[in-house]
């Protein structure tokens, strides 16, 4: 009965803020796994590692300041695809999966007789997590692939019936540890110019080394490394030169995936398809490089905008290009792409469109995400970020603490103390939001 009520809106709307005969607008969404917004020119990055995207992105809309819900990949975009927050979509940790009640962005797709294709590498937006609801086909797999190794099989997927729309998503983990040095082409490795930390090089793309960067000696993914090991392998990571080492191989990736964007977008072009498709590139998470003291991510509840804070460009023909100021959050994808596509929006959604900000609107007011972990969701750590102010507190756990973004942007001090009007403010402004949203049982 849901789906058939569904369906009749959706004929509905077809066509609605369309000129008579056109078309419906084709939908690319390519969610880049672990890129940090700070890493990519267009967000003021000092290294050239997006020249590509940056170009590219002055002919679309930039979100400035952009948060995601999770902390990871399966809760981050589980909130993508269902416009919903972790509380209300239930996929937190790696034992957990999306609720079945939940309306997923593919399947209304379908619904309206879009073709729908999905290609991904992460393990954590694989079948069993209930990520491939709505796709007539849904490549997933558990080893990180690049987006060049998706390019030609999606546009083979494209090419195979241009008589209907189509939505089509891509996950490339490009940039999502461990970090194989020798998956690059050689003329795009080491173009930083250092060779600074290179004792650390050995045990990039170690399992061991992966899991002790995300705080997790051993957790589900395998026996604990020797103590041998382990003492040698946290010495590399106390290694300031390490910490450059590892952001130098980052920043490698980053733009091995920006090369690889604008090759795609070429191909797009000579399809002719840019002219009638909605494009978005956004990163589900980001990664931490020793801000709080950690590393990596998936196994620590750090709430640091080295996490939080995403990369989110939207494409959307008829559109001028813009800088978007205003705070999003990437709950807001799902309906902003229902917008742009003539498509009511679900009741469900807890989301907003954002195609009125598309248009020179401005919006203000809190964001909200929620850390866990992939191996358990025992314990949270939520934020809610308002103008200069971040407040994250533990669940369970002590007192919130206050962060104030613009005197201190790497979040290193508690400001709470000085400032217990900000902190009720918040904790309210938190507390009405997980009413809202539905706080776990």
């Known amino acids: ?54 170009r590219l992105a002055a002919r679309g809309a930039v979100f400035e300041r952009a948060y995601a819900q999770g902390s990871y990949t399966l809760p981050s975009f589980a909130s993508v695809f269902t416009s919903l927050y972790p509380e209300a979509h239930g996929a937190t940790n790696r034992r957990t999966r999306i609720k079945d009640s939940a309306l997923l962005l593919a399947e209304l797709f379908r619904a309206r007789g879009y073709r729908t294709a999905g290609f991904t590498g992460g393990p954590f937006v694989a079948l069993p997590y209930g990520f491939g609801k709505g796709y007539d086909s849904y490549l997933s797999g558990d080893l990180p692939r690049p987006l060049d190794a998706y390019v030609a099989p999606a546009l083979d997927w494209i090419d195979a019936d241009r008589s209907k729309p189509f939505f089509l998503f891509l996950q490339p983990q490009d940039v999502h540890p461990p970090f194989d040095l020798l998956s690059l082409p050689k003329a795009e490795r080491g173009r930083w110019g250092t060779d600074d930390g290179a004792a650390a090089d050995k045990y990039l793309g170690s399992l061991y080394f ?10 589900d993914d395998g026996p604990a490394a020797p103590a041998a090991l382990k003492r040698e392998l946290e010495t590399v990571m106390s290694d300031p030169a390490a910490r450059r080492r590892m952001i130098s191989i980052y920043d490698d990736r980053v733009s091995h995936l920006d090369r690889t964007f604008g090759a795609f977008w070429a191909d797009l072009e000579k399809r002719g398809l840019l002219s009638n498709t909605v494009v978005v590139l956004l990163s589900d998470h980001g990664t931490l490089f020793g801000e709080d003291g950690k590393f990596g991510h998936g196994t620590h509840l750090s709430t640091n905008d080295g996490v939080f804070h995403v990369a989110l460009v939207v494409w959307a023909p008829g559109r001028k290009p813009a800088r978007v100021a205003s705070p999003v959050e990437l709950v807001d994808v799902a309906p902003t792409l229902l917008a742009l596509t003539g498509a009511p929006v679900p009741a469900s959604f807890q989301g907003r469109s954002l195609a009125p900000l598309l248009d020179g609107a401005t919006r203000e007011g809190p964001v909200f995400g929620t850390a866990t972990t992939a191996g358990s969701d025992a314990r949270a750590r939520r934020f809610v970020r308002e103008g200069r102010w971040k407040l994250s507190a533990d669940d369970p756990g002590p007192a919130a603490v206050l962060a104030d973004l613009e005197a201190d942007p790497g979040e290193t001090k508690d400001v709470s103390a000085a400032h217990p009007d900000v902190v009720k403010r918040l904790s309210g402004e938190l507390a009405r939001h997980l009413q809202r949203v539905g706080r776990p049982e």
């Open 210 to 219: 992966y899991l002790l960067l995300n705080g997790e000696p051993n957790g």
């Open 1 to 54: 009965m849901r789906l058939a009520a569904l369906l009749a809106a959706f004929s509905l709307a077809v066509g609605a803020p369309r000129a008579a005969g056109s078309p419906p607008p084709n939908v690319i969404v390519i969610g880049a796994d672990t890129l940090r917004a700070d890493h990519l020119g267009l967000y003021g990055y000092g290294r050239a590692t997006s020249p590509n995207i940056d």
